[in-house]
């Protein structure tokens, strides 16, 4: 589909030239050089983990967005969670004109510090960060793979994670809120969706400075069940054991390891600090 319709559509509007991923790093790298080459745009065509590579990529030295290229995505990969946010498709004509109409606006970024191999590391995230069942959901994935598509399998490793994971108690601090209990899962949302379609930020907007958070307590496999069509269609689930929360600045600690992933990336474990970075990328729409 890239190269026989999308490729085509950019070719007639702008010059563009391909980098082409073999490795699990190629798409941080190329980045690098796109900055380093000032490109006008650079265009993520791939899933939410591509499109995260990409952006710790532009933003490794910590250049202002004025400084930075464009960023601009196609959802060509298996989940796609940002492209359902920022309502972006796959068809060549709407390519084209977004390209020639250069409607480009700042959107917000995620930072995230966590604990990796007994040291604290750094990592950006643009559309979801994740922790507790989530992160176990996808390592669970990993090893299983996809071949019944993308959303089955989600659905698949969430139902057997479900079976196995123990919930922990977890504390969530903020300058206005505090929470703790045992926790299922916490979704920290700069879009709205996250696990191939679940709409766990209803109220997230990529660039009003803030998070749209999603707090998870020990509900049941039979609860979640119930619940999958209400996230899908965006609702709101109303469970004592269910918050939606807002908050631009998070301190998550835990008494046992707990994971955090970012954009589909497994990262580390608690305790971590994410927080948002205010209109840190120029976005292509």
């Known amino acids: 589909m890239f190269y026989s319709r999308l490729l ?5 509007v702008a010059e563009a030239q391909v980098f082409e991923t073999q490795s699990a790093a190629d798409a941080f790298n190329f980045s690098v050089k796109a900055v380093s080459q000032n490109f006008d745009v650079v265009i993520a065509a791939g899933g ?5 590579q990409v952006v710790n990529g532009m933003l490794q030295r910590g250049l202002p967005p004025e400084k ?36 480009i606006k700042p959107i917000d970024i995620g930072s995230v510090t966590f604990q990796q191999h007994g040291n604290e590391s750094h990592a950006y995230f643009i559309n979801v960060c994740s922790a507790g069942m989530g992160p176990e959901v996808l390592n669970y994935m990993r090893s299983g793979g996809k071949t019944l598509g993308a959303a089955v399998a989600y659905y698949i490793a969430i139902l057997t994670t479900f079976s196995t994971y123990k919930c922990m108690p977890v504390t969530i601090k903020t300058s206005g809120w505090q929470w703790k209990d045992s926790l299922r899962s916490l979704a920290i949302g700069n879009g709205k969706y996250f696990g191939s379609g679940l709409c766990i930020a209803p109220d997230a907007k990529p660039d009003d400075g803030e998070f749209g958070t999603f707090i998870c ?3 049941s496999v039979l ?3 119930r619940y999958t069509n209400t996230l899908k269609t965006g609702g ?4 004592p054991k269910i918050e939606y929360r807002t908050a631009n600045v998070l301190e998550l600690t835990s008494e046992a390891p707990c994971r955090i992933e970012a954009d589909g990336e497994l990262l580390g474990f608690l305790p971590a600090r994410v927080k948002v970075m205010p209109q840190r990328i120029n976005f292509l729409y």
Not at 8 to 12: L, V, Y
Not at 71 to 78: D, Q, Y
Not at 86 to 101: E, F, G, H, M, W
């Open 223 to 225: 609860d979640f069940v």
């Open 48 to 52: 939410d983990g591509t499109i995260n």
């Open 68 to 103: 930075l290229p464009a960023l601009s995505i196609l959802p060509v990969g298996s989940g796609n969670d940002l492209a359902r946010t920022v309502n972006i498709d796959l068809k060549a004509d709407t390519l084209k004109q977004r390209l020639i109409q250069k409607n």
């Open 236 to 239: 709101r689930i109303s469970n």
């Open 8 to 12: 085509p559509a950019i070719n007639e």
């Open 217 to 219: 307590g020990a509900v």
